[in-house]
């Protein structure tokens, strides 16, 4: 459960590995954070998205019923579909949280931000994205490069809030119902403590990887 002021998700986020990213404690506030998950089955799959600010203010929540031809488009597109509700709603110079419990598609999204910040424009590892996927991952890489700053954590399935609204769609319509917003985190109040010492989480554990800032 998230403390008092703080979203669930960003708590999710500050436990859980970010590839390729170190991360230390002073890149971990999020000013949005997005969940999202796609399913793929015979019958029909779905795709589902979560967005919050930091302090805990649901912004939009997505369930949609969907036909991918497999899990790994399904993946691409439920993370095409969250950033671009994201977009819509963010302003451009927002930090962003990603989670996903698709370890590639994390791995890409986060190497492709390294890449673009490095001098020689390399990502840590080669990007390899699914064929049938080309299309969605060139709408991911527009709404990554239009905002401040992205990560992406990667994170269970069993964790991941936009779980159950991608693989029942059906039974949650009624979150695309809910009224549109439009709003702004609360700023964070200065501490020198939060940004001179890490969590106990990331205290002894070995980061690796290339830091982006």
Known sequence: MAAHGRSALRDLFDESPTPHIAHPPRTHHRDFYVAT?????????GLGAVIETRDGTRVARVAT???PPDNNVAEYRALHLGLDVLAARAPQDARVGVLIDH???ASNVNSTILA???PDG????????PAA???HWRGILARLHGFGEVRAARID???NP???LANTPDRYQHVNQEPNRCVLPEMPEPSAARAQFPPPSRADRNTGGRASD
Do not use: C, W
């Open 116 to 118: 673009t910040n490095h």
């Open 103 to 105: 370890d590639e598609l």
């Open 162 to 164: 936009a779980h159950p």
């Open 65 to 67: 019923t969907d036909m």
């Open 122 to 129: 390399k990502p840590p590892r080669p990007v390899s994205i």
């Open 157 to 159: 399935s069993d964790q």
């Open 133 to 135: 996927t080309r299309y």
């Open 37 to 45: 998950d796609g399913s793929f089955r015979e019958s029909g799959g």
